[in-house]
């Protein structure tokens, strides 16, 4: 497998397009994003688990329940959500965007992202549906930029990989930053690819893959109402189409665990307000079950991501986070490093403190990219959970808290 | 019911002192508190649900499993949890303050509090007790301040009330403020009474109000390991001992939340970084459940919170706390308002927005005490839930996100 350029543009016969149609005041922010396959795809998605739903959530699951669509819109600065009308205008941004490219209002995934509560007015996205139609082309970083809120970076990816001697390539994009806490899947991620597989296996890969990816990332703790992971495959790779498990099932499995976690640790670390990534990875569980629960709780802490902001080894708040996070957590089996491109170090074992160098902790921890080592002592499962620090006044007492 | 002055030495019998023994490297900071009983009394307490748990919850739980106790004492600055001898440090503590008081070491209530995982010296504590027993007197107000962590402010308050005939009263001190999340209890909280009741009908009066009172307040989603809530009843109000339920135990009961209320709002009040009290009222649940996790749910969301620093009526960051928060939630009857002493305002009925004054809606949002009001139109059961704004950076972000 190779990393390549392209993003959403990647993968053989889709184009791309992301321009700012007025939803947003800021002009010179993109606010509607268009992914469009030359070829109807096979399509799956997940979704939030948010029981407040944003409408676009309802119009892309009716869509796609047969199983395969052509394009995804995606227009940001409103949710589209909680509002009277929300479906209506759901429905309206598929027809017009139908319309505009020749295919069936059936075959569109549609999503919104913003603020919610307040009425999406149809008419910018209908003013700029030319213009965005107009303009599809090797465009990936554009609809990356479309889709973006208070994201400081795009997130785009691309690898290409093998099956059954054909060149298959994917791409993804994602949107961040806050309201992430996933519970299913959560976050916007549109994936594309040229690899031929079924609706029901596209499903089925897409499902598995995001319980150790994108359910493994939180940024605020807040399970957005809106978000949700699709994947179009157009099969125009023209390899044997995938229908089954397998060797090939599982290459392309790799393929998409690839784009997930790159988009994962980046979102976390564009979280809002971050300044690093925060990983934490826990080995040594019961059950695969614990491991994430563990992973997930010490990511998820306050205290432990503002002492992550203020580079401080503070591990007892790890201790802490893991004391009500896990069921069944025995203290005494405990160990705790911290780790970084700047070397790594054991601050914990066996549940109590040991001396180490304060010097040489916070110089690891000073590093934008960290990771907080588990080991529960008690099994063979491990897991692994991606956030980011917590910044600033709340912050400003808790970073410090120990000197 | 009276509110009176006296903190914890209000109840008749009752002494306290704090000082600084050198535990904390600030002089001017009281890190060593002691509450003082003349005759031994009723003990009842609950106990952090953090698996991990300091040292000094387990030598309590083993004082006072006889139902009685006549003295608590409480370290700031170390939280003695998560060292090799933190069981032994705490067994230290009581045998020294009992040896200076003349009492049994298995009549002490022992707490610490502050950091995780660094050893407990008691050399300060050993060579403070002296002074620390010399000043017992009507000093509940340096008892409070030789708790408290990063709190800004002491919380104490006191009340009298009637018990067949007799006059008695209760009082109580606590500290918070950061790593509050109860579940089952948490914080640091010492109330007294002279009240006669009996140690079972101590620990029902206690274990059933902080369901609704500690449990319902969170500052920052992170559940303590040291926090507890103990009370201690001497009888020398001299009422006919309160051994059942009935007319005596709701007065009782009645005290205690008033007591318990006032310090839970003001925790939340001063949280960590805080500028602000939020409150949120949930009525209209099929469930006291439902009520509950609701109230929680909106004052735990960081983005909920953040719009509050702002003093931004976005209400749709509630509705979406009540989407992940609530089981079968119906966004179509939920109703929301915010209210403050400017006045009140609805902002969303029947799970959509309508139009309302953003002038009118930031006057009583600018308020220190704020009151989220959602009814859920489905049941006629209430919660409420204590909370504070989340303050800077991450809060820079999303306390503007809608302007």
């Known amino acids: 497998m190779n990393i390549i350029s392209g993003g959403v543009c990647a993968a053989k016969g889709f184009k791309a397009n992301g321009i700012h149609c007025g939803i947003r005041k800021n002009k010179s922010k993109r606010d509607l994003s268009l992914i469009y396959s030359e070829k109807r795809a096979a399509a799956a998605a997940v979704y939030t688990t948010n029981l407040v739903k944003g409408a676009p959530i309802a119009v892309t699951k009716s869509n796609i329940a047969d199983g395969y669509a052509q394009l995804a819109i995606c227009n940001s600065g409103n949710a589209n959500t909680c509002n009277y009308n929300g479906v209506e205008i759901a429905e309206q941004m598929c027809s017009l965007i139908a319309d505009a490219t020749g295919i069936s209002s059936k075959d569109v995934v549609v999503a919104s992202t913003g603020v ?136 392309f499995m790799k393929a998409l665990n690839t784009i997930t976690v790159y988009l994962c640790r980046n979102i976390a670390a564009d979280g809002e307000g971050a300044t690093k990534l925060v990983e934490c990875k826990v080995e040594g569980a019961v059950s695969k079950e614990q491991a994430k629960l563990a992973a997930k709780s010490v990511i998820c802490s306050s205290l432990v991501k503002a002492a992550m902001f203020g580079s401080d080894a503070n591990w007892g708040r790890v201790l802490c986070a893991l004391g009500y996070g896990v069921k069944d957590l025995n203290p005494n089996t405990v160990d705790v490093s911290f780790k970084s491109a700047k070397g790594e170090i054991p601050v914990c074992v066996k549940g109590a403190g040991i001396p180490f160098s304060e010097e040489l902790a916070k110089e690891i921890l000073l590093e934008n990219e960290v990771e907080i080592l588990v080991n529960l002592g008690v099994g063979e499962y491990s897991s692994c959970a991606w956030g980011c620090d917590l910044t600033y006044d709340y912050v400003k007492i808790n970073g410090d808290y120990r000197t």
């Open 116 to 251: 919610i509560g307040e009425v999406l007015d149809i008419t910018p996205i209908k003013e700029g549906i030319p213009a965005l139609v107009e303009g599809l082309g090797d465009n990936s970083d554009l609809a990356a930029e479309g889709i973006m809120t208070t994201d400081t970076v795009k997130k785009e990816i691309a690898v290409s990989f093998n099956i059954g001697g054909k060149e298959c390539r994917m791409g993804g994009i994602a949107k961040g930053s806050g309201m992430i806490h996933p519970n299913m899947a959560t976050m916007l991620v549109f994936i594309t690819t040229d690899c031929a597989i079924s609706p029901d296996m596209l499903q089925k890969a897409l499902s598995t893959d995001i319980q150790d990816t994108f359910n493994m990332t939180s940024v605020d703790g807040d399970t957005s109402t809106n978000d949700m992971v699709s994947i179009l495959a157009n099969g125009m790779a023209e390899n044997e189409m995938i229908t089954s498990e397998g060797e090939e099932f599982n290459e």
